[in-house]
């Protein structure tokens, strides 16, 4: 958090808003950046769609910064599809960094490394191994990334995605059943299957307990 007198706000609210050129400001855009009075809702938004990011972020409004999800959904679908991730986006302004937003925080955490350890000459460090919970068919540590060729020209508005055709905003029919249930149960991800058994096991076992009293 960033103290502002005797207001708090967003340490990225806080960058975003004085990295800004537009200076002066009037009293109604300093309302606006403490969000007291009759404001309008600013945020920091982030270009990288990562949020411990202090460095890709712009100060605009709240809807401008919502609006940024599908973006960060297209990335994400085109990385797990193994298509080609563009570079920025064409759809904001400033654009959304495609390829950034398509990486793990893991990912991007690995890749700082491996760039700190190159500028001070040092060993670069054995590939680290893939983690059992990574989502996408590459995994990246070090620069250049292998799933996004730097001559990657893809358009957004050709491909007329939204978040709506996402992995996570898939609407088809669920591939995870249970065989244990009598009736057919389905599941959308691995997480949901497994709450469900744990859950069944909990009423399997209560029901017995109380069976015997």
């Known amino acids: 958090m960033y103290q502002f007198s ?8 806080a960058i975003a ?7 002066p400001r009037s009293g109604i855009e300093l309302d606006n950046f ?6 309008k809702n ?23 910064n919502e609006s940024r999800k599908d ?13 080609p991730v563009p570079e920025c986006c064409n759809k904001h302004q400033p654009p959304c960094l495609m390829q950034h937003a ?13 760039i700190f350890r190159t500028a001070n000459k ?14 996408y068919p590459t995994f990246e540590f070090q620069l250049p990334l292998s799933f996004c060729p730097a001559s990657t020209l893809l358009q957004m508005d050709t491909l007329n995605l939204k978040a709506s055709d996402s992995p996570a905003g898939h609407k088809g029919r669920p591939e995870l059943r249970c065989k244990f249930c009598p009736r057919v149960k389905s599941f ?3 997480i949901a299957m497994w709450s469900h058994l744990v859950i069944s096991i909990m009423k399997a076992v209560i029901t017995r307990s109380l069976g015997k009293w």
């Open 102 to 114: 398509s990486l793990t925080h893991f990912e991007t955490y690995l890749i700082q490394f491996s």
């Open 122 to 135: 040092l060993p670069p460090l054995p590939q680290p191994s893939r983690p059992r919970w990574h989502e």
């Open 34 to 39: 403490l969000g007291c009075g009759p404001y």
């Open 6 to 13: 005797d207001h708090s706000v967003n340490i990225t609210r």
């Open 71 to 83: 973006c960060h959904a297209v990335a994400r679908y085109l990385r797990k599809a193994s298509l």
């Open 17 to 23: 808003w004085f990295d800004d050129k537009s200076w």
């Open 42 to 64: 600013m945020h920091g938004s982030h270009t990288c769609h990562h949020n411990l990011c202090l460095i890709h972020v712009v100060y605009e409004t709240a809807d401008e």
């Open 188 to 190: 959308r991800s691995i």
